[in-house]
């Protein structure tokens, strides 16, 4: 009987391969990129890999609305966090920023960036300590089950090998009205929520403003903001990618846009970003600043054994390569702090670190993560400051 039912299924499998072309009639062409928009929001993205007229503009634009803010310390210093990808390791990062509200020295951020499993954290850690209570709910009480569903080998033969409907209405759930209202506060104020997807069709890595789409008072604003959401943590071939709909010469068009950890696992500005070229044109003098990165993952190699078939190859293969990325990551930022004269720390989950997962979410070892990274942050003995020049140097 189940050998039938595979035979069936293997059948089904086929015929659907020979009627699924992939092809998108509405796709944005290339003519289209350099004016493309989502109509009634304004500026509320720019390219991550470049810095433009546009983008000196928006932070000039940022940088009066902290003049503004009647905040004197904001116009003194500024502490900023970057959270990265990780998939289920995201749970050591939301215990981290607990352990940290729970020690008592949390800095106030005036920029929160996320990629991938850190953009849903994202949210949560810019409006503050106040919000740990959902960031532990979110990575400790979810599995597998509530965050995708298994297509079987339909999959095999469609954009993904999951469908997300869970994790969308999980999303959903946490991003209220009232959230989007409470983070359009604190954007109006100068500070800045930004998430990074990777646009599929252009290569290249996007920041959106999700701040500026909280306080766009668009009806849409709270489809579009989950909907970024959803596509930052969308793994390519394994997640579906996010359709958006976009306007172009008066045209509409889509893109696709998948997970910003696609084009790296940490980001925090586009290269280049004059930060204390705009504090000095609109605050009249450069500031202090700080500038932390929390890493979802291990740094040092792990010894294991390969699975010598396709899918366990490639598994192990782009475990290392996100391995040496989030290096490369933490490296230029780190670079980068030295240039804007910056206090530079970041923390990643300890080598020592037993835990195994038995699923993609397994929930259990998310909460064993969680609690890691709370006692961490708690005991205050988490953060390097020197970048390693490679994995085998990692964290001695």
């Known amino acids: 009987m189940a050998f039938n039912r595979y035979i069936v299924m293997v059948t ?3 015929l659907l391969a020979g009627c699924n072309t992939g092809e998108r009639p509405q796709a944005l062409p290339y003519e289209g990129l350099a004016t493309a928009e ?7 993205r720019f390219w991550a890999d470049a810095v433009d007229a546009q983008t000196k503009t928006y932070l000039d634009i940022q940088y009066r609305q902290i003049a503004r803010s009647g905040c004197e310390p904001c116009q003194r210093s500024a502490s900023f966090l970057a959270i ?53 709910e979110i990575y400790t009480r979810y599995g597998d089950k509530d965050l995708f569903n ?3 080998v339909i999959g095999l033969v469609g954009e993904s090998l999951y469908d997300t409907a869970p994790l969308r209405h999980l999303i959903e759930r946490y991003a209220s009205d009232d959230l989007l209202d409470a983070i359009a506060v604190e954007h109006r104020k100068g500070r800045r929520l930004l998430v990074q997807t990777t646009n599929l069709d252009a290569q290249r890595p996007v920041i959106w403003d999700m701040g500026a789409i909280a306080a766009s008072g668009q009806a849409s604003r709270r489809r579009l903001f989950v909907d970024i959401l959803l596509a930052s943590a969308a793994i390519p071939a394994v997640f579906p990618p996010v359709r958006l709909s976009v306007s172009s010469n008066e045209r509409l068009y889509d ?3 998948v997970d910003g950890g696609v084009a790296s696992q940490i980001f925090f500005a ?11 044109r609109n605050l009249g003098h450069e500031r202090r600043l700080a500038l932390f990165v929390i890493r979802n993952g291990k740094l040092k190699p792990e010894y294991k054994a390969s699975i010598q078939t396709v899918a366990g190859l490639a598994t192990r293969s782009i475990a290392t390569l996100v391995k040496y990325q989030a290096l490369s990551n933490i490296a230029a930022i780190s670079e980068l702090a ?36 709370y006692e961490q942050a708690r005991a205050g003995r988490a953060w390097l400051t020197e970048a390693p020049a490679s994995p085998t140097l990692a964290l001695r």
């Open 84 to 136: 990265s990808g990780g998939s289920a390791d995201g749970a050591y990062g939301a215990g981290f920023l607990k352990g940290w509200s729970a020690r008592g020295d949390r800095p106030h951020f005036e920029v929160v960036t996320g990629v991938s499993t850190g953009s849903l954290a994202a949210p949560f850690a810019f409006l503050g300590p106040a919000h740990d209570a959902e960031l532990e």
């Open 255 to 257: 893109e696709l846009h």
């Open 38 to 44: 989502l109509t009634g929001y304004g500026v509320i």
């Open 270 to 280: 586009p290269p280049g970003l004059d930060l204390n070229g705009a504090a000095q």
């Open 150 to 152: 298994d297509k079987g």
């Open 338 to 373: 030295r240039r804007l004269k910056a206090r530079f720390a970041f923390t990643a989950v300890p080598d020592d670190f037993a835990g195994k997962p038995r699923s993609e979410f397994d929930s259990l070892y998310m909460q064993e993560l969680f609690n890691l990274g």
């Open 12 to 14: 089904a499998a086929l």
